[in-house]
């Protein structure tokens, strides 16, 4: 029975460990890449390339950091497959958890649930973070011992006693059976230094006593040392949370509270319970209580939003509870959506002049070279350097997401003979496989007549002889 239960604890504790890890897109960007000065470094935290447009971007990370200037928006603009999403995803790496950073597409509006403004409403509410702080009481020491005694039958309760100090005092403190369970997930120890949150019971352990840093000849990296906490047992701390406008309208807009967040049906908010909620964090800032931070609210594919939109965003900068916007595009001069006008970008000329706009460069066959090989290394592929070489030069003739894709997929292939590397083989027998945007137009010259509603000049022709051959026959 012993045996079957320690099973189920390890089983129980691997299931905590383990969490999911997919590799995306832009999975390998780890920050902008720029020194302290904001100097973008060449190759960095998965940037390559594009130094005056990581430059300007550290420039704009820094005033959301600062957290002080709101209601200033960016445009990321270049053409495909030069990194404006990328710049985008090293801004939300670096900025971390603390500032609220939503990425949402252009076409995501469109929704039959939800009118437009309201989507964008609830986009811009996201981004907007409140810092709520409140005090709590804990229980801060080092562990002198923990004593767990466990009953001879099954249906007994386990119980325990545990033993902390500080420089002044020692306490001894029963333990129940949810408090037994935390410590034991926790691996607490004696000679380790903990706090317990009273009012949760959540146990965090913050690293081993220096008295006990002898007690080992030999220690992982991890293990931190720290001095035995000084004063009382029992202490009130400041425990800083950071929640976003739309969750605290959410919670406030619907009977279920904060479930709503999980089951997605948020639905549209009413205005009072907004008007409600800003004037209610309004007084929080007053007495202190809390703090307003702007966070970064990212349109990827700006040119999809229709004159209705650009119209809202208009306003909704002006607004003192706004955001810093980032947009990003890839067309040049295009019809804005719902007009019969064109514009730079597809994006109206009195948005454009609110606009900081950062443009992108093409790819040097170099840095080409240097990302196809972070790559290899963030999906786990070796690759022989001619091999990169081949895959280099077709991104360069063809279109750096397509040599992307070929890095998967030539692994596979190298994997199915049984191989170790990839080798030039293995990138020619995927590239015969899989065609390119050029060579699948080139096939569809050739053929096109084969396929259906084909709009070539030939073709249409051809049918309207058919068509005039038919009636000349019936008549």
């Known amino acids: 029975m012993a045996g079957s239960t320690a099973a189920v604890s390890q089983v129980q504790e691997i299931r905590d460990i383990t969490r999911i890890e997919r590799i995306g897109a832009h999975s390998h960007i780890r920050g902008l890449g720029l020194d302290d000065a904001l100097e973008p470094r060449p190759v960095s935290q998965g940037m390559v390339g594009q130094a005056a447009a990581r430059r300007a971007a550290g420039i704009v990370l820094e005033m959301v950091k600062e957290g002080k200037i709101a209601g200033r928006a960016v445009l990321i603009a270049g053409q495909p497959g030069t990194g404006k999403t990328a710049i985008a995803m090293g801004m939300a790496q670096a900025l971390g958890t603390d500032t609220p950073f939503t ?23 996201k981004s907007i973070g409140v810092r709520i702080k409140e005090e709590t009481e804990i229980i801060e020491g080092e562990v002198v011992e923990v004593q767990i005694d466990r009953p001879t039958s099954t249906s007994g309760a386990k119980v325990g006693k545990l033993t902390l100090k500080t420089t002044e005092m020692e306490t001894i403190f029963d333990l129940g059976t949810k408090m037994i369970e935390s410590l034991t997930k926790e691996k607490v120890q004696a000679g380790d230094i903990i706090t317990i949150d009273k009012a949760t019971g959540k146990v965090t352990k913050l690293g081993r006593s220096f008295t006990r840093a002898r007690d080992y000849d030999a220690m992982g990296p991890q293990t931190k040392f720290v001095q035995c906490p000084e004063g009382e047992l029992q202490k009130r701390k400041e425990v800083i949370h950071t929640v976003s406008l739309h969750e605290i309208d959410v919670i406030n807009s619907r009977t279920q509270g904060f479930l709503a967040l999980f089951s997605g049906d948020t639905g549209e908010i009413k205005g ?5 909620i800003n004037t209610k964090v309004a007084e929080w800032r007053e007495e202190g209580k809390a703090e307003i931070v702007p966070g970064v609210l990212f349109i990827d594919e700006v040119h999809m939003l229709d004159i209705e939109c650009f119209s809202f965003l208009n306003r909704a900068l002006e607004t003192d509870l706004a955001p810093i916007l980032i947009m990003a595009t890839n067309r040049g001069i295009t019809k804005i959506r719902g007009t019969d006008y064109t514009s730079a970008h597809g994006i109206p ?26 790559r290899c290394e963030e999906e786990d592929v070796e690759m022989t350097e001619e091999a990169i070489a081949i895959l280099t030069r077709i991104g360069m003739e063809t279109s750096l997401r397509y040599a992307i894709q070929l890095i998967t997929a030539a692994s596979l292939t190298c994997r199915k003979r049984k191989g170790t590397e990839v080798d030039v083989d293995d990138i020619k027998r995927v590239y015969s496989l899989f065609v390119d945007e050029h060579r699948s137009a080139q096939f569809l010259q050739e053929y096109q007549e084969l396929f259906l509603f ?15 051959t038919v009636s000349m026959e019936t008549s």
């Open 272 to 276: 009072e319970v907004r008007e409600q």
């Open 103 to 125: 990425a949402i597409a252009g076409s995501e509006i469109f929704s039959l649930e939800m009118s437009k403004t309201e989507a964008l409403t609830q986009a811009f509410r």
């Open 349 to 374: 000329i009195d948005l454009l002049d609110r606009l900081l706009i950062i443009s992108t460069q093409p790819y040097t066959e170099k840095e080409i070279k240097q990302i196809l090989t972070i």
């Open 454 to 468: 084909s709009s070539s000049d030939k073709h249409q022709q051809q049918q309207q002889q058919q068509r005039v």
